[in-house]
């Protein structure tokens, strides 16, 4: 701990700004960007970096695609992230993938875990989506789960489907992680009538195949 110059009260180190907060007033800070339900990247504050990610989502955005949450547990607790990059790799193996950000704070939970359950929402569960990307609340506060039958991952009531996994590889891809899973098991939910459509996400907006 660095010694508190002279002239400067002793409680000063408890009071002064975080780093963080000088760094923005200073200019070219980092800032969030969501690029994702629930997925904030660092993008520098200058206009030119701002328009570029801008741009970025935008584009991507014309990728329509389904929304998951990615659970597991963390002791007793259980741990949830919304996640709308989502894709399927091998049959044989069975592999898929999801690809959580750097920023991610769920992700460290998982990885530690080394185990992970897919669900993949229903068109009736945007609140859920909403729920597991929000930061500093209890995120499965009013959602009932029961555990996914090969890793004890929760699995969510009324999702359309689920698949249980164990972490297969992880690499590096920017400011992502690109998270490869075997699937130890799974498990489709077309039993309950009210869960028949998915909830799609599309140029910032939710969606399903509902006309």
Not at 102 to 131: K, M, T, Y
Not at 135 to 151: C, H, L, N, V, Y
Not at 163 to 184: N, P, Q, R, S
Request: one cysteine or more; a negative charge; charged letters at 20%.
């Amino acid at each position: 701990m660095s010694e508190i110059p002279e002239g400067i009260s002793p409680d000063a180190r408890e009071t002064w700004p975080h780093p963080e907060l000088i760094q923005s007033w200073l200019g070219d800070a980092e800032v969030d960007f969501e690029l994702r339900p629930g997925e904030e990247v660092a993008v520098h504050d200058d206009p030119e970096a701002q328009a570029a990610a801008r741009r970025f989502r935008d584009t991507l955005g014309c990728f329509a695609s389904g929304i998951t949450v990615i659970t597991t547990m963390s002791g007793d607790e259980p741990v949830g992230m919304t996640c709308q990059s989502f894709a399927s790799v091998s049959l044989d193996p069975p592999l898929i993938t999801f690809i959580p950000a750097r920023s991610s704070r769920a992700w460290p939970a998982i990885q530690r875990s080394g185990r992970f359950c897919v669900n993949v929402l229903a068109a009736d569960q945007e609140h859920v989506s909403g729920q597991m990307a929000t930061k500093g609340i209890d995120k499965f506060a009013g959602i009932d789960w029961t555990p996914a039958r090969a890793t004890g991952s929760p699995v969510l009531a009324g999702a359309l489907a689920h698949l249980d996994c164990t972490i297969h590889a992880v690499y590096e891809g920017g400011d992502h992680f690109i998270v490869v899973g075997k699937v130890e098991h799974l498990e489709a939910h077309p039993e309950d009538a009210a869960v028949a459509e998915p909830l799609l996400y599309f140029k910032g907006r939710y969606r399903t195949t509902d006309a």
